[in-house]
């Protein structure tokens, strides 16, 4: 997908090669006012796009593209990936196969024990699981993203379970979600808010494994949504004090627990949809 781009950024670099860089540059940032202004750039600022790295670095050094912070499209910005060793030119280079997005400050975030039970305000567990790419997950990437985040703790055999990532995915809508919280999925789809799935259980009942996620990935497929089988069984389940499947929760980018699932539930409860929507704004 961002193929495109790159080549269209190779084929101006062909041409800008060509010129002198002895011109005048008003923003020092090694690529000529000229060269600005033949690239698209910003020739008062010396890094255009924000991402850390100056336009002259981005033309000459990196061949990335200095109007996009994520020249090769997989949710890494540029300099990120140069500093961890990635591939900034290419998306099946990065953190995650999934493209789950990466925290850096991660281990900054002070969390409540996984083996405590959690309550409405605490910074939720750092859960550390194999999704369905077979990549292990920390579920604090997902924070400091400026985005909520639905914790769904699911088993493979728990028939509401598999009803709304159904409905997540796309298919039928058991329960009317899509009537009741309008635009949800869509925000799902566009990144506004994050969905994540903990798998505790497979269809036998015994503890999820990379192929649990694997197959309920194959099952109802959505792209955003990483399936993380808990290395230990209702890890999470028992950390949220949980008696049923599935639960939800809505956490915010700090990794506050914003919404608890009821506890001891006896009917779905999905009031984490619309504290996650608020929370982003919709
Ligand atoms: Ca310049
Ligand atoms: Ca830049
Ligand atoms: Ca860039
Ligand atoms: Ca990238």
């Known amino acids: 997908m961002s193929w495109p781009k790159t080549l269209t950024c190779l084929l101006c670099f062909a041409f800008l090669a060509a010129c002198t860089p002895t011109e005048p540059d008003a923003d020092g940032d090694g690529l000529s006012d000229a060269d600005e202004a033949t690239v698209g750039s910003d020739p008062n600022n010396a890094d255009t796009d924000g991402d850390g790295l100056s336009d002259g670095d981005e033309v000459w050094e990196h061949s990335t593209n200095p ?39 991660k281990d900054d975030i002070d969390g409540v024990s996984m083996s405590s039970i959690a309550n409405e305000g605490d910074v939720i567990g750092r859960l550390v699981g194999v999704d369905q790419f077979g990549d292990e997950v920390d579920l604090y990437d997902f924070g400091g993203q400026g985005k909520p985040i639905i914790i769904d703790v699911s088993a493979q055999w728990c028939p509401p379970c598999m009803n709304t990532a159904e409905w997540l995915a796309g298919g039928n809508d058991v329960y009317n979600l899509s009537a009741s919280y309008p635009g949800f999925v869509d925000a799902v789809a566009d990144g506004d808010i994050y969905w994540v799935t903990i798998m505790e259980q497979n269809n036998s009942g015994a503890p999820a494994t990379q192929q649990t996620s694997e197959e309920w990935d194959d099952d109802y497929p959505n792209e955003k949504v990483p399936v993380i089988a808990d290395p230990e069984m209702n890890g999470m389940m028992d950390h949220l004090d949980q008696g049923g499947f599935p639960n939800f929760h809505a956490v915010n980018s700090d990794l506050e627990i914003e919404y608890l699932n009821m506890r001891n539930a006896t009917q779905l409860d999905f009031e984490a949809l619309a504290v996650a929507m608020e929370l982003a704004g919709l």
Not at 92 to 99: E, Q
Request: hydrophobic share 15%.
């Open 67 to 105: 109007l996009e912070s994520d020249t090769d499209g997989d949710g890494y910005d540029d300099s990120l990936e140069l500093e961890n060793g990635f591939d900034p030119n290419d998306d099946d280079s990065g953190f995650y196969t999934g493209h789950w997005p990466y925290n850096p400050d």
